[in-house]
């Protein structure tokens, strides 16, 4: 599914100040128009046939958690833009919404056009011996999957590491997912790694006493928070929040988003 908006903004120093601030040489006054595609799966973005430049923002979809006693939570998508000259641009493009990982599942990749991307959040295998939680979606790559007790790597570029059962997990950097929390002994460890534009972990968990808190993000979706007991993981929310651990349901995964901007 996708919203269509048309905005009205304002030429200032050359910079185009509204939706789409910090754009430089914009030469239309026409305003912008938005299209914002919130439904995982592919969909079709259709040029306005107006403006100069076009910008692409993506999320990718948050990780799954696990379930279980010491079990961690879900990567946070990683969140990427790109603007160009609307003329390289014509024709309609395909737009891929990335889907939010479902439990031991990782989130998505969101795509525009075959050649942008925001990358998904990674999950947990499964196995009785993975804790860690899922790396965040990087700039370049892919959140990993946790690996063991350790955490799995952040996305190259920006993604933070899955916490370890030993330690708080890595905030995404501005653009990168949140690490989702580890499987730890305590509740600050086991909190999802936050972000600024890209989505926040899950909650690890660790016995019946211990839930760690989601990752916050600024501009992406809430990491959901492990499950006391008899109580389901939180979901992440949209765009890209990775999903928190639960001793019978884990949380999934936020899916992604895409929004295409023409000025």
């Known amino acids: 599914m996708a919203e269509t908006e048309n905005r009205q903004g304002q030429i200032i120093s050359g910079a185009f100040q509204g939706s789409g601030a910090g754009l430089t040489g914009v030469t239309s006054a026409l305003g912008s128009n938005v299209q914002t595609f919130t439904t995982a799966g592919p969909a079709t973005w259709i040029n306005p046939v ?13 990780g ?11 990567g946070g998508g990683g969140y990427n833009s790109y603007a160009f000259a609307a003329p390289a641009w014509p024709g309609p493009q395909t737009v891929v919404v990335g889907a939010g990982g479902a439990a ?8 525009f056009g075959g050649l942008f991307f925001g990358y998904g959040g990674g ?19 892919a959140g990993n999957s946790t690996v063991g007790s350790t955490g799995g790597a952040g996305g190259l570029q920006g993604g933070g590491g899955g916490g370890p059962t030993t330690a708080v997990a890595t905030p995404g950097t501005i653009y990168g997912g949140g690490g989702g929390g580890g499987g730890t ?3 600050p460890l086991a909190a999802g790694g936050s972000s600024t534009y890209g989505g926040g972990g899950g909650g ?4 019946a006493s ?3 808190a989601g990752g916050a993000s600024i501009f992406g979706g809430a990491g959901g928070a492990a499950g006391p007991p008899a109580t389901p993981g939180g979901n992440g929310t949209q765009p890209g929040g990775g999903g928190g651990a639960g001793i019978f349901t884990a949380g999934t995964g936020g899916a992604g988003q895409v929004r295409v901007t023409v000025f």
């Open 204 to 207: 690890g968990r660790n016995g």
């Open 64 to 74: 799954g958690a696990s379930t279980g006693n010491q079990r961690g939570g879900g």
């Open 123 to 141: 999950a947990l295998s499964g196995s009785p011996a993975d804790r860690g939680g899922g790396g965040g979606g990087g700039m370049t790559s």
């Open 50 to 62: 107006f403006g100069t430049k076009i910008l692409v923002e993506l999320w990718g979809g948050g």
């Open 210 to 212: 211990v839930a760690g």
């Open 185 to 187: 002994p305590t509740a």
């Open 104 to 111: 031991l599942t990782a989130g998505g990749n969101s795509s």
